[in-house]
């Protein structure tokens, strides 16, 4: 019994919708509190408990861009790498970063749960960025250099990458958790919780920009003024401080139930899909079997609405007379409608995450290309300051936090008169206008580095380490890139949590930033096809170490034009995806 009173209502026992009401004492999907009890809706999550998740998420995003954001002019500077090499460095370590997640993911989904994920590793996060630190700070560890330049061991650059993938791996438990967590906090079986569920992902993403702010601006100037071992100290400190807002709101979270190994069930529909090749579908689709509602196989996961497509996997949930006969549910051979319907789930899924790949790339150029573009121009801010070429990201980060609550308190209000949905426009939308306007950030790229080759040739400034041309006219497409963020990224948030059945959704949220993985080795493997094709002859190929001699506007167009047939395949994709459905408390969303 949950409580002293006999008539209090198990939020997992079967009600019907209207028994429902806003002042049920408890969530009715599945979350516990910290003693793994059935959580209390008025003493659990909602905005109380994400306010420590925010300020754990502005913390380390401070120290995850306050180290990144400038990784490239460090390679640069102190481990001597030349532009490519040292962009396809970042690129590679960054794709890194988000590929991990999928670790991370899996070991939240299948055993430890979301909060012990995060709490686990974190300590490597924190073990990583002090390292680094010690790196760039601790003489012998530290790169030498005098008035010709760094001149690092290999020693000494192993140890950087070392500290750096540990870095890596520890973001890799943090990533694909906390955006899940948060909206773990809010149980959409309820219409408020429901509506401040959506609202969550687009404040989620303001405070990761509150934090790339501190860091592409204060931060950058630190390494850039004062020190490596400063610039790289201080997001270590901030990483502590992360930790510390996570773990002061332990008793107030509601956490989900790990639901076993979601790539388990996906391997069972398969195996037990071609055992049964040859097993007619019936037309009565509630012949399929499944378990009653008390005898779920999926730890705090709801039933699965069957839909039509991809129905050759029904064949796993046809319950055969050799099945009824041998009384034994053998997970391989019979499989419930609803984890049919997961594998169903995540195929719907995969080329919505595929055309998320190119918009990665043009993302990614903002701390390779644009950074090294910036590196060519005028600096300065009145006489005396200096603005690093690096701190301009923080007008991506300004225009995200512009437009996260314009869009949150003005856009989805006005587009709700027109559309009549709940979102103003379904997700699918939402991140279709973020690739379109990322198309513009590129032309804008392209068209600045078309008019800065062309002053560069009027003027022979070919070997003039700074052209006499304000480097703020980069900002525009800084600004455009912030803008196709808080469409696309963060409509990625929710679309891969939503629509991610709900004891995949760290895994889920992991493929989402598998597309920034992806991105950035795009990135890397154009550059170097790039390089390789255009160096031939003797030729200084697009993207020499002077760029006054090069071509980078023409790397630009390239990835314009991929952003424009993505545009386009997404849009036919888009038309073809069907939205899940599940069966709750007797009846479907």
């Not at 997640?101 to 299948?110: M, R, T």
């Not at 990583?128 to 790169?143: E, H, I, Q, Y």
């Not at 601006?217 to 630190?222: A, D, K």
């Not at 730890?299 to 039509?308: A, F, Q």
Request: glycine share 8%; aromatic share 14%.
């Amino acid at each position: 019994m949950l409580g002293g009173n006999i008539c209090q209502v198990s939020p997992w026992t079967k009600i019907t919708k209207n028994s429902m009401a806003e002042d049920d004492i408890y969530t009715q999907d599945g979350t516990v509190d910290v003693k793994g009890n059935p959580a209390e809706r008025r003493k659990t999550g909602h905005w109380k408990a994400c306010r420590f998740i925010l300020g754990n998420e502005c913390c380390e995003r401070l120290a995850y861009y306050g180290m990144s954001t400038n990784l490239v002019n460090y390679l640069e500077d102190r481990l001597n790498q030349g532009n490519a090499t040292a962009s396809n460095n970042v690129t590679n370590w960054s794709g890194t970063c988000y590929i991990t997640p999928l670790i991370g993911a899996f070991i939240a989904d299948a055993y430890l749960g979301r909060y012990w994920t995060i709490a686990s590793f974190v300590i490597i996060y924190v073990l990583g960025m002090t390292f680094l630190t010690v790196t760039a700070s601790v003489p012998g560890l530290k790169p030498s250099c005098d008035t010709n330049g760094c001149h690092p061991t290999q020693r000494q650059s192993a140890v950087v990458f070392v500290a750096l993938y540990m870095i890596a791996l520890g973001t890799g438990g943090i990533k694909p958790c906390v955006s899940s967590f948060g909206a773990d906090q809010f149980d959409e079986s309820f219409e408020k919780e429901r509506k401040q569920k959506s609202s969550f992902f687009n404040w989620f993403y303001f405070s990761i920009n509150i934090g790339a702010l501190i860091a592409s601006s204060v931060l950058v100037w630190i390494q850039m003024n004062v020190g490596w071992g400063w610039g790289f100290g201080v997001p270590a400190v901030a990483m502590a401080i992360a930790v510390i807002f996570f773990f002061s709101g332990s008793r107030l979270y509601r956490r989900q139930k790990p639901g076993g190994s979601p790539l388990t069930r996906i391997f069972r529909v398969i195996v037990a899909s071609f055992r049964k090749a040859h097993v007619e579908v019936p037309y009565d689709k509630s012949l399929l079997y499944e378990t009653v509602d008390e005898e779920r196989t999926i730890v705090g996961s709801r039933k699965l609405v069957h839909t039509n497509k991809l129905r050759w996997f029904d064949k796993a949930a046809v319950e055969t007379e050799a099945d009824r006969t041998k009384g034994l549910n053998d997970p391989w051979r019979l499989c419930t409608v609803t984890e049919v319907e997961e594998l169903k789930a995540i195929i719907r899924i995969l080329p919505i995450w595929a055309s998320g790949i190119v918009f990665s790339t043009v993302y990614s150029q903002m701390s390779t290309m644009f950074v090294i573009q910036g590196n060519t121009m005028d600096q300065h801010m009145g006489p005396h300051f200096k603005i690093p070429s690096a701190s301009l990201s923080l007008f991506d980060t300004l225009s995200v936090i512009f437009w996260a609550p314009v869009y949150d308190r003005l856009i989805v209000p006005c587009a709700r008169r027109f559309t009549g949905k709940e979102r103003g426009f379904t997700q699918l939308q939402r991140m279709g206008i973020g690739l379109a306007i990322s198309i513009f950030a590129m032309v804008t790229a392209g068209v600045l580095e078309v008019v800065r080759l062309n002053y560069v040739r009027r003027n022979n400034y070919y070997d003039l380490e700074y052209i006499p041309m304000s480097i703020f006219w980069q900002v525009p497409q800084y600004f455009l890139i912030g803008c196709a963020e808080v469409f696309t990224f963060i409509g990625q948030l929710e679309f891969f949590y939503d629509q991610a059945p709900d004891a995949m959704r760290s895994l889920c949220s992991a493929l989402s930033l598998t597309t920034v993985a992806l991105g950035n080795y795009l990135s890397t493997l154009l550059v170097t096809i790039v390089t390789h094709i255009t160096t031939k002859n003797g030729k200084l190929g697009w993207i020499p170490d002077n760029l006054n001699r090069g071509h980078l506007d023409y790397f630009y167009w390239l990835l314009a034009i991929l952003s424009v047939l993505n545009l386009f395949v997404y849009l036919w994709i888009s038309k073809w995806y069907t939205y899940k459905k599940v069966v709750a408390f007797g009846q479907t969303k």
